[in-house]
């Protein structure tokens, strides 16, 4: 009996501590001036990284393409041009 009456009392307690979270209010909600400014806050951040990045890009197009360094070049023998293969016919 006071077993039931327990695996109520649990059930219940579940139930209305779920809905008592969800009818208090969240702490973290910005009010509309506050969203208002955080809006404009991200999109001066947004605008600033933007100006970075074009910036970054044309300073990368600025250097001319290199070719490609090979300090052993001079070490290196030249490479060997390999032997005709003989098909046997």
Do not use: C, H, I
């Not at 008592?20 to 404009?40: F, H, I, K, T």
């Not at 990368?60 to 490609?68: F, G, I, L, M």
């Amino acid at each position: 009996m006071w077993s039931k009456f327990l695996l109520l009392a649990a059930v219940l307690l579940r139930l209305t501590g779920s809905a008592l979270a969800q009818g208090y209010p969240d702490v973290n909600v910005p009010n509309s001036d506050e969203r208002r400014r955080l809006m404009l806050e991200k999109m001066q951040e947004l605008r600033q990284q933007k100006r970075l990045d074009d910036a970054y890009r044309a300073a990368r197009n600025k250097v001319p393409n290199q070719k490609p360094s090979d300090p052993w070049a001079d070490v290196r023998p030249p490479p060997a041009t390999p032997a005709p293969k003989n098909k046997p016919q």
